[in-house]
T-cell receptor
């Protein structure tokens, strides 16, 4: 089965420090990977995606992610965290089915940035 | 414009009521999705529509009935729900594989449903 795993329930980081939110994947074939962020009582916002090409992907709000095929990882990073980055982050993989595509999400990681 | 709108924002209904959730997008996307999300959990896919036809039903109980009247609108009709159906219901849209210019899904803000 195609899936993603987020090994950390919560990540704590001080404002101004670099942050990393981890994601590993298990996919047959080439993975289509995504990061989404969800603020309290809101929908999911798309941050960035890896489809093909450069392993370092840049996205919204200063976030970037590094695709590592040998380690089957797609970690989300930001050089300098802001308090406003505190939210719930989901990694996802696109799964192709017979009649359509769907996203399979990881369990989510709560990011807390403290001032 | 990457906006998906959902109405209502909040809905409280009894177990014998019939209500509907609405979703709209004007991005030209031909794939639309309904998800259910419990607090601090990942979204769970319920239905996928592609070109206004139901393409995926993730074994959702029949008390949830989706409808896609046109390429911009998606409805979810609710009837005889249970308290455990209380959740955030998210709508999303994306281009299809045939459109193939991007792959990400764009989500609406959700409808917070409470079943009493």
């Amino acid at each position: 089965a195609q899936s993603v795993a987020q090994p950390e329930d919560q990540v704590n980081v001080a404002e101004g420090n670099p942050l990393t939110v981890k994601c590993t994947y298990s996919v047959s074939g080439n993975p289509y990977l995504f990061w989404y962020v969800q603020y309290p009582n809101r929908g999911l916002q798309f941050l960035l995606k890896y489809i093909t090409g450069d392993n370092l992907v840049k996205g919204s709000y200063g976030f970037e992610a590094e695709f590592n095929k040998s380690q089957t990882s797609f970690h989300l990073k930001k050089p300098s965290a802001l308090v406003s980055d505190s939210a719930l982050y989901f990694c996802a993989v696109r799964v192709t089915m017979e009649y359509g595509n769907k996203l399979v999400f990881g369990a989510g990681t709560i990011l807390r940035v403290k001032s | 414009d990457t906006e998906v709108t959902q109405t209502p924002k909040h809905l409280v209904m009894g177990m014998t009521n019939k209500k509907s959730l609405k979703c709209e997008q004007h991005m030209g996307h031909r794939a639309m999705y309904w998800y259910k999300q419990k607090a601090k959990k990942p979204p769970e896919l319920m239905f996928v529509y592609s070109y206004e036809k139901l393409s995926i039903n993730e074994s959702v109980p029949s008390r949830f009935s989706p409808e896609c009247p046109n390429s911009s609108l998606l409805n979810l009709h609710l009837h005889a729900l249970q308290p455990e159906d209380s959740a955030l219901y998210l709508c999303a849209s994306s281009q299809t594989t045939a459109q193939l210019r991007s792959y990400e899904q764009y989500f609406g803000p959700g409808t917070r449903l409470t079943v009493t």
